[in-house]
């Protein structure tokens, strides 16, 4: 194992420098990898070319309290010795599901459903003709208690049927008379949407699914692959012989394991957790370094590299990959992680010989997101749960009221996690909450958000009446995107990359944009990817 740096060679104005691993990119995959390095012994360095690390997991301080802004949980999925649940374990850190149940916000349905439980007070019916269906207004629908990604486990149970109407769900009964094999063959379409229309129907698609997926994924479930947003749902269809029965298995497993839901956090804050890998990483030996971006990289000779890195300035926008400043240092090392953005990690691996990187990379939504923190006790019964997802403008036949809200989620962050309220109370009294509205959808322009129209469609969806008045602080996070869908084609194309990568020695590659969205997927990707440079015994 070579030192951290050369002798004498360890000031800012290095010009070259030897590393046992370089690690460049600080997000939660970055992080990931030089951790799983750092557990091995190797004394990696970090580059990363923004002011901060973590990427999409943030916290930041409201009305005194720090706060999740980006991605506050994370998807459980079947237990793995690198998965988020085993890192956090290893760092000292607890997991926790959500309190609350969360809640669908959609627009009525025909076909005989069951009006919806939970209707806010606030909510006032648009007009329509009296007697037509879209004279209804938009409710609130709990979620049904067992399905994963909006799938239900029983398409025939109540809460199912009060979702999307008695005719859907005796379309979506019809998955448990099918042949084992549609919609699992490897000829089928590989997207989610068309794998839950053809085993359950539209009804189950457009009012459980689609709206669920993007909140989740931020992305509509016709453009992502079932293999990886859903990783063994297929399979697990063809061997039980239903999708219905491959959602019951999932949640029965949830179930043993202690899970009471799909996902899950850090007891404190998701925040904690890129916290708690750096300080691990350069408690270890490693280092990180912010506004370094990389450059290129040349391979010198089979498992040896060379990465040139300099300072980095802002772009000419926030969501702009930052600009070099300054003269170059060249890092020398045996082993390299790209963990960095599509653009940058392409740009890096036009060094990289047999590496084709003509990819064609999918634009990812832009996202705003919101934290209110407010004085309401009209909230202290929490009338939406721990939050809700609202449908994408779907229409059930006969038309529907548009949606009386541009936000496509709400997240009442201190139901749902309980030490966001505790501390909230203490600073500010009883009666003050956190909310998180989210908006940006699939193909529209980047959303504008300001605080007048956040408190409106607050108002609407929680049934409270929320002024300006009310409230105590609040802050916007943009990510523009930052995020590609994982479209079967796009996954069959990052495969075939990470395949070309595969046969280079001492590199590797990793991120959201190879192992698929969500931290579930993005944390083990990064960890094996890492664990397959440790046995290198070059200097």
Partial sequence: MSAPARPGRQGAQDR???????????GMAGLSAAWELARAGLRPLLVEARGYTGGLVAGASVAGVRIDLGAEGFATRADSPLGVTATARELGLTTVSPSGRPHLFLPPVAGGATPPRDVPTGTAPPTADEGAPSAQPWGLHPFPANAFLGIPADPGSPDVVSVIGTEAAALAARDRDLPAFVGTRPQDPGDLASFVRTRMGQG?????????????????????ATDTVAPGLREATARLGGLGAAVAELVEHRR?????????TVEGGLFLLTDALRHAIEA??????TRTGAQWLRQEAPGRWTLAVSDTQRGPSPSDEPTPVGPQRLLRTARVVLACSPGAALRLLEGAPGVDTDVEVPCGTSLARLVLVVRAPGLDDAP?????????????PG??????????????LSAKWPWVGRQLR??????THALRLSYGRPGRPRPEVDLEDALEDASTLTGTRLDPSAVLDHVLARWDGTLPPPTPTYRRRTARLEEEVARLEGLVVTGAWVAGTGIAAIVPHARAAAGRLVPLNRT
């Avoid at 189950?204 to 453009?223: E, K, N, T």
């Avoid at 270890?284 to 370094?289: D, I, K, L, Q, S």
């Avoid at 038309?399 to 009442?412: D, I, N, Y």
């Fill in 384 to 396: 939406t749960g721990s939050g809700l997802l609202v449908a994408p403008g779907a229409e059930p």
């Fill in 204 to 224: 189950v698609l457009d009012r459980l699914v689609r709206p669920v997926v993007a909140g989740i994924h931020s992305a509509d479930p016709g453009v992502l």
């Fill in 426 to 431: 203490e600073r500010h009294g009883p009666g």
């Fill in 16 to 26: 070259e420098q030897d590393w046992d691993a370089v690690v460049v990119g600080g």
């Fill in 399 to 412: 038309g529907s009221p548009s949606c009386p809200v541009r936000a496509k989620a709400l997240s009442h």
């Fill in 284 to 289: 270890a030996g490693g280092r990180t370094e």
């Fill in 256 to 264: 043993r394991s202690g899970r009471r839901g799909g996902d899950a």
